[in-house]
C-alpha cells in the first residue's frame, strides 16, 4: 500500500507526503512518484493522530444511560450491574462503535481496560486503528475470585500475544491497588514481565482511595506499588490526580507513564486536577486519554484537549499554564512516547498514523494560529481524513460500514438494557 | 412564509411541527396543511433554539490571535491596540462570520456587547438570527471620553432603535464598575430607562474587580449598583463568579439577569466558578453564554454546557450539580426568559426559533437519553437544520453565503493583524 498526500499544509508549510507500507517515507515540498492512492489535501493540515491513553471503549454502549449520580450510586446501581451482564458480542460491537467513533474524532491508538479482549482484539482488527487492550482484573481480595481472574487473564492476553497482530498489543490491567489483593498485584507483575507486556493501573484518582490503601496496605498507592516493584517505565498510570510533590517525584525516578483524564475527573467530581507543572517540572511523561463513555460521554481527544487545558488554567489561576502546543503534545507525542510506539509526529521515517484537518471548517476561520484552533476552537469533526498504521480509514468524513455498525451497536445497547 | 416539520422526535414521541411566520401554530402527531417548506425530520430531534446570552461577536476575528498569555499582557498587548484599530468593516465581516458560525452550532439569538452597532445589526438582519446588540461603553473615569462615548451610544442606539427591526434589539452595555464613571454609568442607566432598552454588563468577574470596586467607589460591586438605581429585571449581568451569598439574594431580590460564561471563566483563570446552588435557591434566572472568541475560542453553545455542568460538578464536588436538563435549560429556556422573549421552548404560540438534531451522529449512539447526549456527549457540528423567527437558516448544515463570508472575514481578520 502506498499514499501520497499533495499540498497539504504542515508546520505552516506546504508539502507532500508520501508513505509506503505503515511508515511515512518522505516529505518534501514537491513528490513524484507512483501511488496506490493520492490525497489532494489542498486547505488541509497534516497532524500525527491522536493517541487515547486511558479507555474503557466498549462503554459506549453505556453512553448517556446513567449521569449527573451520586458516585456509589452510579457504580453500584448502574453501571457494575451492566458491566456484569456484558457478553463477548457486547465487547465487540461496543468496541466497534468505539473505533468508528475514535476515527471520526481522529483517534489511531487506545489504551484499553474492559472485558473479552479477544472480542476487542477482532473488533480493532477489523477497524484498522491500534490498541494497546487487555481484560480488566479484579479480585477484591477475594482468593477464589483472583484464581478466576487469573486464569481468565491469562488466557485472554496469551490469545491476543499470540494473534502477533501489529496493532493489537496485549496490556495487563490490574484495576487498581484498592480492588485488587497484594497477590493479585504481583500476579499481574510477574505475568506482565515474562510476556513483556506494559501494565495500565488506575492511580490516585481520588482522596477516598489513598486512604482507602493507607488502611489496607499501610501505605499510600505509589509508596505500595514501589514496594511490590510495580514503577516502572512500561507502566502507565491512569489519573494521578491526588498525589504529593514526593510521589510525582517517585514516579519520574521509575519514569512511569501518566494518562490525564481531565473529562472524566471533572464529570465524577474527583476533587483535584493533575498537578501538571510540577509532573512537567519531575519530566514525567503526561499523555492524554478520554476514560469511558459512561464518565465523559464521548470518546473525542479534541475536546479533551481544551478541557486539560482549561482546567489547568482554572485549577491553578494561571492562564499560561499548558499552552495550545503542550496540550496537542499531551494527545499525540507524549502518548506514542508511553507506549514506546514510534510515531506521534510526522517526520520520515514514523508510523504513518495521521489526520488530514479541515481549514475550511468556521473553527479554523480566521486562521491565524493552527495549534490555537484545533485546541481551543475545533472539535473532531474537523478531521477529514484519518489514516493509520500506512492505510486510510476515513476519507471525507466517510468511513467503511459506519452506518451498518452505528446500527448493530445500538441494538446491542439496547438489549442489554433490556436484559 | 410557513414550514411544516413531519416525523421529528420531540420529548420522545414523533410528531410534527407546523409553523407560520413566526410562530409555532400547531404540533400533533400528524398535521395536513399546505406549507411552503415541508421538512421530512426523520431521526432528528426538535429543540428549541440557543442563546448566547453574553457575547462579543465579531472577536471571531481575533480567534487563536492571542492565548495563553498573562491576563494584563494579554489585554494591554494583544486585544486592546487591536480593537483600536477596529472599523465598521470589521464589525459588519466579524459579525457576519460570528452569525454563520452561530447557525452552524445552533445559536438563534446572542447578546452582543462591541463596537459598532449599525454594523452588527446589518450584518444580523442579513444572517437572519436574533441579536441584543449594543456599543461598549468605556470612558475609565474620563469626562472627555464620557462625552464622546455619550455621544456615539446615544447616535448608534438610537439609529438601531430607529430600524425597529424584529429581530435586532439595542441594548445598553456599561462596560463594568471599575471602566465606568458613576456620571457613565448614571448616563447609561437614564438612558435604558428613557429608551425602554435592557442593560448589560460584566459583573464580579475577578476578585482584583471586586477590590477596585472597593478602592474606586468604596463598595463592592452590587452594593455599588444598587446605590445606583440599576439593579433591576432589565440588567444582565456576565460573569458574577465573585459573589458573596448575601449579593447573591440581592441580585436575585431585583431579579437581576446572570450570564454564566465557563468556558471563558475557566481560560481566564477567574479563580472561581459561579455559585450555581446558592442561585438557583434564591430564585435567580442563569443563562448561558461563550463569551468573545478570544477567550473561549469559538462560539459553540453546545460546549459551553458540557463546561458548565462539568465545571460545577468539579468545583463543588459533587456529581449530581447541574444535571444534564439543567444545563440545557440554562442555554434555552433561561436565556429567552432573561431578555424577555416568547421563546425557548417549543411550543404552540412560541416563537419559532428551533433545531433538528441529527440523531444519527455516533454522538447519539446509543440513544439512552437525548438530554444527557446532547449536553455530555455531542458538540454543535450535531445541528442538521436551524429555524429562526420562522426562517430555515440551515438545512442539512448548508447556509447562504458560508463560504463568500468565510473568506471575506478570513480577509479582513488578517488585514487587522496587518494594520
Not at 493540515?45 to 453512553?63: C, D, Q
Not at 467530581?269 to 459512561?294: F, I
Not at 460521554?297 to 489547568?312: R, T, W
Amino acid at each position: 500500500m502506498s499514499i501520497l498526500i499533495k499540498n497539504c499544509l504542515l508546520n505552516n508549510k506546504k508539502t507532500s507526503i508520501y508513505i509506503e507500507d505503515n511508515i511515512i517515507k518522505e516529505i518534501k515540498p514537491n513528490i513524484f512518484v507512483e501511488a496506490e492512492h493520492k490525497i489532494d489535501a489542498t486547505n488541509k493540515a497534516a497532524i500525527p493522530g491522536l493517541i487515547n491513553a486511558h479507555t474503557h471503549a466498549a462503554m459506549t454502549l453505556f453512553r448517556g444511560y446513567a449521569d449527573d449520580l451520586e458516585l456509589h450510586d452510579w457504580l453500584q446501581n448502574y453501571i457494575w450491574p451492566l458491566e456484569a451482564k456484558l457478553t463477548y458480542n457486547d465487547l465487540y460491537w461496543g468496541t466497534k462503535l468505539a473505533c468508528i467513533e475514535m476515527i471520526k474524532t481522529g483517534t489511531t491508538c487506545f489504551n484499553d481496560m474492559y472485558f473479552f479482549t479477544r472480542a476487542v482484539a477482532k473488533a480493532v482488527i477489523e477497524a484498522g486503528i491500534r490498541t494497546f487492550a487487555g481484560p480488566v482484573f479484579i479480585d477484591l481480595f477475594d482468593k477464589e475470585r483472583r484464581e478466576a481472574e487469573i486464569k481468565r487473564h491469562s488466557a485472554d492476553l496469551l490469545a491476543v500475544k499470540k494473534l502477533n497482530h501489529p496493532r493489537v498489543i496485549p496490556v495487563v490491567n490490574p484495576h487498581s491497588v484498592y480492588s485488587v489483593s497484594k497477590e493479585g498485584l504481583e500476579w499481574n507483575r510477574d505475568f506482565a514481565k515474562e510476556n513483556d507486556m506494559m501494565l495500565h493501573i488506575h492511580l490516585a484518582e481520588t482522596e477516598e482511595e489513598n486512604k482507602k490503601s493507607l488502611e489496607l496496605n499501610k501505605k499510600r498507592p505509589v509508596d505500595y506499588l514501589e514496594e511490590l516493584k510495580m514503577l516502572s517505565p512500561k507502566l502507565v498510570a491512569a489519573h494521578c490526580v491526588w498525589l504529593k510533590k514526593d510521589e510525582i517525584i517517585k514516579l519520574a525516578k521509575y519514569d512511569v507513564k501518566i494518562a490525564h483524564n481531565p473529562v472524566s475527573n471533572m464529570k465524577l467530581a474527583v476533587g483535584r486536577a493533575l498537578n501538571y507543572d510540577e509532573m512537567k517540572k519531575a519530566g514525567l511523561t503526561v499523555a492524554l486519554g478520554t476514560d469511558g463513555c459512561a464518565s465523559n460521554n464521548n470518546l473525542d481527544v479534541f475536546e479533551s484537549m481544551k478541557f486539560a487545558s482549561l482546567m489547568q488554567k482554572f485549577s491553578f489561576n494561571k492562564q499560561t499554564i499548558m499552552p495550545d502546543d503542550e496540550a496537542l503534545k499531551l494527545a499525540t507525542l507524549n502518548g506514542y512516547k508511553a507506549f514506546a510506539l514510534n510515531g506521534g509526529v510526522i517526520e520520515e521515517g514514523k508510523l504513518a498514523d495521521l489526520l488530514l484537518i479541515d481549514l475550511n471548517r468556521i473553527q479554523f476561520i480566521p486562521n491565524h494560529n493552527l495549534t490555537s484552533n484545533i485546541v481551543y476552537s475545533a472539535n473532531g469533526n474537523c478531521v477529514n481524513t484519518t489514516i493509520c498504521d500506512g492505510k486510510i480509514l476515513m476519507q471525507n468524513r466517510k468511513v467503511k460500514d459506519e452506518e451498518k455498525i452505528k446500527e448493530k451497536a445500538q441494538e446491542v445497547a439496547y438489549n442489554l438494557i433490556r436484559k
